[in-house]
Nanobody, 125 residues
């Protein structure tokens, strides 16, 4: 399995922007499709975005399409989530995840086999 570590979370005002990052280590990074999820206290993990192993294609949840952008740099073993026009309801712990299937299929948390420990994003009103 690949090991993942998120960074870059914090507090931002509503309408602001934030870019969070995730670094992979261990197994070859480009073997995996990568995704971002978030979780609020007492709720399940919500799919946000997924990017192919090569980075040439991505898919998004309706709730974030047009506001969030996923990208990756395989040479740096990094995946990013750029978030714009943030809303208080975007407040959650954000997780990156890796799927050994490298395409775009799979948006359930059970489709992903490796997870980071999460980074808190808080959007104040």
């Amino acid at each position: 399995q690949i090991d993942l570590q998120e960074s870059g979370g914090g507090t931002v005002q509503a309408g602001g922007s934030l870019k969070i990052s995730c670094e992979g280590s261990g197994r070859p990074f480009s073997n995996y499709a990568l995704g971002w999820f978030r979780q609020e206290p007492g709720k399940g993990r919500e799919f946000l975005a997924r990017i192919t192993w090569s980075g040439d294609s991505a898919r998004y949840a309706d709730s974030v399409r047009g506001r969030f952008t996923i990208s990756r740099d395989n040479s740096k073993r990094m995946v990013y989530l750029e978030m714009k026009n943030l809303k208080p309801e975007d407040t959650a712990v954000y997780y990156c995840a890796a799927d050994g299937a490298g395409g775009l299929i799979g948006t359930r948390w059970t489709d992903f086999l490796s997870w980071g420990q999460g980074t808190q994003v808080t959007v104040s009103s």
